[in-house]
C-alpha cells in the first residue's frame, strides 16, 4: 500500500513568489497534519485537519502561511511572498484517527524548500 | 513553557553495543510518549509508543521507558548494528492531539 507522498519533492524559488506544497495521506486517514523542520530543529507544527472539522492553524507562523484540505484527502500548504527564513522541509503526515487516542502518525518524506 | 530536551551531541557506539538515547521533558504532563527514527532526507518513522501508566515497552532490540517522576524516557538499542545509525526523535502528546517533539539525537553505530 502506499505510503504518504509529497510533491514537489524539492523547491527553488525566489524571495516574494508564492509556493504551493502538496500532501497526499493514505487513504482512508482521517488525520493530517503539517509540520515544518529547520536544519538542527526539531519538527514545527503548522496545521492539523481532522475529518470535516474546523483546521486547527494555531501553528501557522504567519498570514502568509495558509492550508486547504480538500475532499477530506489531499492537502495543499501555501506560503505566500515567501522570504529566506521560510527555507525549511515541510513535512506532512497523517494518521487513522485523532492522536489523542494514540494513533501512529505516517510522515510523507517532506518537500525541501529553498528561498533564495 | 513546555520543553523537551535531547542530547544534541551525536552518540557514538560500537557494533554490538547497547545504545541509549534520553529524552527529559518539563512542564508538561503527557499521556503518551513515541519515539521516531529519522533518516536523511526522509521524514520520521514511528517506532514505539509508551503510555503514562507503563513503565516499559519492547520491541524487538528496542526498549523504551518512561518515568513520569523524573520526567525522563530511556530509549534503548540492543545488539545495535551499523544499519541503528540514524537521528532518533522523541514526542510527547498530552490531552491535545498535537504532539512536541524534541530535536532528536544522531546516533553512529560504528563496524
Known amino acids: 500500500g502506499a505510503g504518504v507522498s509529497q510533491s514537489p519533492s524539492n523547491k527553488v524559488t525566489e524571495k516574494g513568489k508564492d509556493v504551493e506544497l502538496r500532501c497526499d495521506p493514505i487513504?482512508?486517514?482521517?488525520?493530517l497534519y503539517w509540520y515544518r523542520q529547520s536544519l538542527g530543529q526539531g519538527l514545527e507544527f503548522l496545521i492539523y485537519?481532522?475529518?470535516?472539522?474546523?483546521?486547527?492553524k494555531s501553528g501557522l507562523p504567519s498570514d502568509r502561511f495558509s492550508a486547504e484540505r480538500t475532499g477530506g484527502s489531499v492537502s495543499t500548504l501555501t506560503i505566500q511572498r515567501t522570504q529566506q527564513e521560510d527555507s525549511a522541509v515541510y513535512l506532512c503526515?497523517?494518521?487513522?484517527?485523532?492522536?489523542?487516542?494514540?494513533?501512529?502518525?505516517?510522515f510523507g518524506p517532506g518537500t525541501r524548500l529553498l528561498v533564495l | 513553557s513546555q520543553k523537551i530536551e535531547q542530547n544534541s551531541e551525536a552518540l557514538n557506539i560500537q557494533e554490538g553495543k547497547t545504545a541509549t538515547l534520553t529524552c527529559n521533558y518539563t512542564?508538561?504532563?503527557?499521556?503518551?510518549l513515541q519515539w521516531y527514527r529519522q533518516d536523511p532526507g526522509r521524514g520520521p518513522v514511528f517506532l514505539l509508543l509508551?503510555?503514562?501508566?507503563?513503565k516499559e515497552k519492547r520491541k524487538e532490540r528496542l526498549k523504551v521507558t518512561f518515568d513520569t517522576t523524573l520526567k525522563q524516557s530511556l530509549f534503548h538499542i540492543t545488539a545495535s548494528q551499523p544499519a541503528d545509525s540514524a537521528t532518533y526523535l522523541c514526542?510527547?502528546?498530552?490531552?491535545?492531539?498535537?504532539?512536541?517533539f524534541g530535536r532528536g539525537t544522531s546516533l553512529i553505530v560504528h563496524p
Open positions: 503526515a497523517s494518521s487513522l484517527v485523532v492522536l489523542a487516542e494514540g494513533e501512529t502518525q505516517y
Open positions: 487513504s482512508g486517514h482521517t488525520a
Open positions: 485537519f481532522q475529518g470535516n472539522s474546523a483546521p486547527d
Open positions: 512542564n508538561y504532563s503527557p499521556a503518551y
Open positions: 509508551i503510555r503514562e501508566n507503563e
Open positions: 514526542a510527547l502528546a498530552g490531552g491535545s492531539y498535537i504532539p512536541t
